[in-house]
């Protein structure tokens, strides 16, 4: 199967909100509500900040929000922060008898 | 809270067999309903799906690597194993093993995932 589409970069100001876009097919993206959304800094493991298109894990912060529509997942992080800083990217459900697909990242800068 | 440990050597001389080693804690390996899988990524690049077993034995791997990879599982000592033979420079990567449910469609992206360990290889 082939990777997720995602923006290379994407930036904000502090205090303002980002949607970062992924967009795959009715295969994966659009056949199932399992997309996943991941933060990454430098030298650390990615942390997942949403799971089945919309849930966040226990002690992410409710700025950070996900959806779908058709074959694009989104997420959105409102009220960006520094911290905010980092690889994210999104990972979806990709069919039976087959491994998950990727998206190939985006760098969020906060300005 | 399940936690996964990877260990292994950090360097490889080319031609031979990486092997790294996943050890599961907070939760049983043999528990139903879970993939184990592990996962790299190049430096500086993105996130590539190496392969997955579950506790059964049963595995998945990537086509691309299918013919160097082998992940068995160890269900007494709570631990899961990647061997990649015939490494060449360009599996120099972060490894990282992770945890993910397999559900009636099959199965979903990792919740849990190791804190990665680098492997260089280099003569």
């Known amino acids: 199967q082939s990777a997720l589409t995602q923006p290379r970069s994407v930036s904000g100001s502090p205090g303002q909100s980002v949607t970062i876009s992924c967009t795959g097919t009715s295969s994966d993206v659009g056949g199932y509500n399992y997309v996943s959304w991941y933060q990454q800094h430098p030298g650390k493991a990615p942390k997942l900040m949403i799971y089945d298109v919309s849930k966040r894990p226990s002690g992410v912060p409710d700025r950070f929000s996900g959806s779908k529509s058709g074959n694009t997942a989104s997420l959105t992080i409102s009220g960006l922060q520094a911290e905010d800083e980092a690889d994210y990217y999104c990972?979806?459900?990709?069919?039976?008898?087959?491994?998950?697909?990727f998206g190939g990242g985006t760098k969020l800068t906060v300005l | 809270q399940v936690q996964l440990q990877e260990s292994g050597p950090g360097l490889v001389k080319p031609s031979q067999t990486l092997s790294l080693t996943c050890t599961v804690s907070?939760?049983?390996?043999?528990?139903?309903?879970?993939?184990w899988s592990w996962i790299r990524q190049h430096p500086g690049k993105g996130l590539e799906w190496i392969g997955y077993i579950y506790y059964s034995g049963s595995t998945y791997y990537n086509p691309s690597l299918k013919s160097r990879v082998t992940i068995s599982v160890d269900t007494s000592k709570n631990q899961f194993s990647l061997k990649l033979s015939s490494v060449t420079a360009a599996d120099t990567a972060v490894y990282y093993c992770a945890r993910g449910a397999s559900t009636i469609f099959g199965v979903v992206p990792p919740k849990d995932w190791g804190q990665g360990t680098l492997v260089t290889v280099s003569s």
């Open positions: 990972c979806s459900y990709a069919g039976s008898y087959t491994s998950v697909v």
């Open positions: 907070g939760g049983s390996i043999s528990s139903g309903g879970y993939y």
